[in-house]
């Protein structure tokens, strides 16, 4: 499956963005889908994923209750909606995909990686 993220932006804190991750192929609703994202000088890390369905989900305690992920399997497509953004959520997200939950959490836990979109919250 090959991965595109887009939706990506200049915000100020407070306001919000929503960022798409559109796949490839005709089995898309046979991945788990994870977003993660990376700040200058610092590690990847997870964001939220979510199950082949939808009907399961899990956050990063630092975005639960402003960010909500979803999927449209109808359209290839995973959203990210973010709202309530700060300036610590300034970075390059990722979209993953990967047919096992197991690992939904670690880099490690995806086969498939999708190019960065910048996200940049002024205060």
């Known amino acids: 499956v090959q991965l595109q993220a887009s939706g990506g932006g200049l915000v100020q804190a407070g306001g919000s963005l929503r960022l798409s991750c559109a796949a490839s192929?005709?089995?898309?609703?046979?991945?788990?889908v994870g977003w993660f994202r990376q700040a200058p000088g610092k590690e990847r890390e997870f964001v939220a994923a979510i199950s082949w369905s939808g009907d399961k989900t899990s956050y990063a305690d630092s975005v639960k209750g402003r960010f909500t992920i979803s999927r449209d399997n109808a359209k290839n497509t995973v959203y990210l909606q973010m709202d309530s953004l700060k300036p610590e959520d300034t970075a390059v997200y990722y979209c993953?995909?990967?047919?096992?939950?197991?690992?939904?959490?670690?880099?490690?836990?995806?086969?498939?990686w999708g190019q960065g979109t910048q996200v940049t919250v002024s205060s």
């Open positions: 993953a995909a990967d047919r096992t939950w197991s690992d939904y959490g670690a880099r490690r836990g995806y086969d498939y």
């Open positions: 192929g005709r089995t898309f609703s046979s991945y788990v």
